[in-house]
């Protein structure tokens, strides 16, 4: 039987192949030597390329802002919504988040240099329309509930309220949010919404060092001064206009008025929210104006 022959030749490459491989080597080593080449500070952009050598010092963070939100419904129903067409927020915390390391996993929906729809008509010190200008947390809660023994306000887990103090640590560190900053939605628009209502932890969270809270020798100075002589309905408004809550100065207690001491007693003094302005109310709004006004 004849052995079988085999070739050690490399097959000849025709004239077009090698103009092709050269062609490319040629782009290669260009490509090359144009990245080796480039400093550091030179960017590639599309058509043009930007020289960042140089900064500016005269400019801020865009997020100036932390809003929390419940849902008002379930897991499911919130993820339908949030991802649909009309409402989003940056991130979603569930009512049992899942771990991953130990850690809880949290739902980003919305990247944080983008503008999430979470706040609509709103305002807060010197800022309207907080969209442009903050990250919404939501946080999976049904609000006001029915009950056997009438309506109530649901509860937040702990490990959901966990997740959020880790989450919101994160947010007011990298973006150096002041504690007056960090605020409900009912604090930004309040007679329109209530979230996240009275049930929500706001001094466990300030103890986490989230968010501001009144020292409590200050409220009781001001509570023996305020039983001797409260202050006036347009000192109240002034005070809480001084705080942050959009609110003109009337001297009336108008609507207007009773909804933002309705959010201000949600946030600050959750036993009773009936926007009347007694003493224990108003020495709180003192106390936290002095301390962080």
């Not at 609507?255 to 946030?267: C, E, G």
Request: aromatic share 10%; charged share 20%; net charge neutral.
């Amino acid at each position: 039987m004849a052995k079988p022959e085999f070739s050690n030749r490399i097959p000849r490459l025709d004239s077009d192949a090698v103009g092709r491989i050269a062609r490319l080597s040629v782009c290669v080593l260009v490509a090359w030597a144009i990245t080796a080449c480039t400093p550091a500070n030179l960017k590639q952009r599309s058509g043009y390329w930007a020289d960042q050598a140089e900064s500016a010092r005269a400019y801020n963070q865009r997020v100036r802002f932390l809003v929390m939100h419940y849902t008002g419904g379930d897991e499911p129903r919130a993820l339908k919504v949030l991802t649909g067409a009309s409402v989003s927020s940056h991130y979603l915390v569930g009512d049992h988040p899942p771990e991953h390391g130990g850690d809880p996993i949290v739902y980003q929906l919305v990247a944080e240099h983008e503008r999430a729809w979470h706040a609509g008509t709103s305002a807060w010190a010197d800022r309207t329309h907080l969209n442009d200008s903050s990250i919404g947390i939501e946080i999976v809660n049904m609000g006001p509930i029915d009950t056997a023994s009438g309506p109530a306000w649901q509860g937040f887990g702990g490990d959901q309220i966990e997740a959020v103090i880790t989450l919101a640590r994160d947010i007011i560190h990298r973006y150096d949010i002041q504690p007056v900053n960090v605020v409900g939605h009912s604090d930004i628009a309040p007679g329109r919404k209530v979230d996240p209502g009275p049930a929500f932890p706001w001094e466990l969270l300030y103890r986490h060092g989230i968010g501001a809270w009144p020292d409590a020798p200050t409220v009781e100075a001001y509570r023996q001064r305020f039983f001797r002589d409260m202050p006036s309905i347009a000192a109240i408004q002034s005070a809480l206009a001084r705080y942050g809550y959009q609110l003109p100065v009337t001297g009336e207690l108008d609507q207007r008025t009773r909804s933002v001491l309705i959010s201000f007693q949600m946030h600050f003094r959750p036993a009773r929210y009936d926007g009347i302005p007694d003493v224990d109310t108003a020495a709180r709004l003192w106390a936290l104006n002095d301390k962080y006004r």
